[in-house]
Every structure is written in structure tokens, then in C-alpha cells.
């Protein structure tokens, strides 16, 4: 079992930054593919498969989505347990809930799909 805490979701201006937190315990040797994930209020009735990849460390390598390159960084603190998401010049349409999520093997790290550990969350809200 792994259970995953995030943290770190609030409302924020346009171009202003949030740091997350996503804090890992119970059988982190399960997890070797880690990242963050979101679906926004318009993908809710998608379920599952309306969550997006944004962030991931996977195998010492970090993937971003397209939309997030040069504003987000993912991050670990290993001795923690703890992956972090710093979000700056954050704009509107980043408005979402924001899951952490982990695994053990992965075919597209971006891909929520491959995903079997999640936590519940935290809301972030961009307004102009």
C-alpha cells in the first residue's frame, strides 16, 4: 500500500506562483515512476480519463507537458519522501485539481493511465 499527500493548492492572480507538495509513504519501493496530474472542471465528467499529465519524474528523467515547459519544475527531496511542484507565471487555464501519482513501471510516463497509486488532490484557481 502507498499513500500519497498532497498540499499546496490555493487561489493565486494570473503570473503569480504556487509550490505543491506531494508527500509519499507506507510502500515507496513500489514507486519508481512519480508525477503530478491534473483535470480541470471541464474534464470532471471524463472521470479518470480526464486527467492530464504534467510533471513527472520517471527513471531519473523529468517529462513535462507541453503547456507547463519553462514554468513548472518537478522536484524530489528523496531523504523527505516528498515530490514537489513549483508553478510560476501560472495562468488561467492551469486552473484544475491537482492529483500526485506514482507507479511502478510505466509505457508513457505522461500517461495517467499507467498509474495505480493517487492521491485525493488539491485545488488550484488562477484568476485574472
Known amino acids: 500500500q502507498v499513500q500519497l499527500a498532497e498540499s499546496g493548492g490555493a487561489w493565486v492572480e494570473t503570473g503569480g506562483s504556487l509550490r505543491l507538495s506531494c508527500v509519499v509513504s507506507?510502500?515507496?519501493?513500489?514507486?519508481?515512476?512519480l508525477g503530478w496530474f491534473r483535470q480541470g472542471s471541464a474534464n470532471e465528467r471524463k472521470g479518470f480519463s480526464g486527467r492530464e499529465g504534467v510533471a513527472v519524474i520517471s527513471g531519473g528523467t523529468t517529462y513535462y507537458a507541453d503547456s507547463v515547459k519553462g514554468r513548472f519544475t518537478v522536484s524530489q527531496d528523496i531523504a523527505k519522501n516528498t515530490l514537489y511542484l513549483q508553478m510560476n507565471n501560472l495562468k488561467i487555464d492551469d486552473t484544475a485539481r491537482y492529483f500526485c501519482?506514482?507507479?511502478?513501471?510505466?509505457?508513457?510516463?505522461?500517461?495517467?493511465?499507467?498509474?495505480?497509486?493517487w492521491g485525493r488532490g488539491t485545488q488550484v484557481t488562477v484568476s485574472s
Open positions: 507506507g510502500n515507496i519501493n513500489a514507486i519508481n515512476h
Open positions: 501519482a506514482g507507479t511502478i513501471y510505466v509505457t508513457d510516463p505522461l500517461s495517467p493511465d499507467s498509474y495505480i497509486n
